[in-house]
């Protein structure tokens, strides 16, 4: 079977900070149409590289490279024109609007209309047909109408994924997606997030190790801001530096 081409690349990534190096001479890729997930012990640098995978910061060395084109110096914004969209840690989305706003606002950016909120109802409704899509995918549909900040926690994060869908992305970069969920909610986004990567590339980070397992294709393990490991999870899982560094003390 053919491998799938790297769709996002680093090589030689540093970055430091006064003197600390939080990432050291990083290479790795992510391939085209998979679940990548980075993980590691609290202080390995994946933040950090994130950050610098989405040009929130900058590198102090190596380059990036996004569909065989140098981004290094790329703006955050830019690469999400260009289908390279983060979705964040701490839930992103506007909390007194309602969920329907929320995605019909990423439309808006999408085609332009970012900050045009004094649009007509007309205009606005241009985008309902696509925004009750979406949310079906989501499984939002019957919330469409709810304020933001009244959905429980895990449908507010499915929102979230669903403005982040909106941006109609090639690659999606989430930032502990299972963050301060309930078994029953890391449930539903875990098969939510196999659902959205069908046609697309996902790349997270995540500290659950279940979830890492279940829907991954590849694992990258970082360690003080190095790669010490790479593969299945089956293969980094067995690996005796891992389980010394991060899975034997966590997840036996």
Do not use: C
């Amino acid at each position: 079977m053919e491998t799938a081409k790297a769709i996002l690349e680093t090589r030689g990534l540093s970055r430091s900070f006064s003197g600390f190096v939080a990432v050291n001479d990083v290479n790795f890729s992510v391939r085209e149409r998979t679940i990548h997930a980075l993980i590691g012990p609290n202080g390995a640098g994946k933040s950090t590289l994130f950050n610098l995978l989405t040009r929130f910061l900058p590198a102090t060395a190596g380059q990036i490279y996004y569909d065989g084109t140098d981004i290094t110096h790329a703006s955050p914004a830019s690469l999400a024109r260009q289908g390279l969209v983060r979705s964040f840690q701490i839930s992103s989305v506007f909390p007194h609007l309602s969920v329907l706003e929320n995605v019909r606002i990423a439309l808006q950016s999408r085609h332009g209309e970012t900050m045009d909120f004094w649009l007509s109802d007309r205009r606005l409704r241009k985008y309902d047909e696509e925004v009750m899509s979406l949310l079906a995918d989501i499984g939002l549909e019957n919330y469409a109408q709810r304020i933001a900040i009244e959905l429980p926690y895990g449908r507010k994060r499915a929102l979230e994924l669903a403005t982040t869908l909106a941006m109609n992305p090639r690659v999606i970069l989430l930032d502990e997606p299972m963050a301060g969920m309930g078994q029953e909610d890391i449930q539903r986004t875990s098969a939510l997030i196999q659902k959205v990567a069908q046609g697309r590339t996902v790349l997270m980070v995540e500290h659950n190790l279940s979830v890492v397992a279940d829907i991954s294709d590849t694992i990258t393990v970082l360690r003080r801001g190095e790669i010490i490991a790479e593969g299945t999870y089956d293969i980094v899982s067995a690996d005796p530096e891992v389980r010394q560094a991060y899975i034997g003390g966590a997840h036996d």
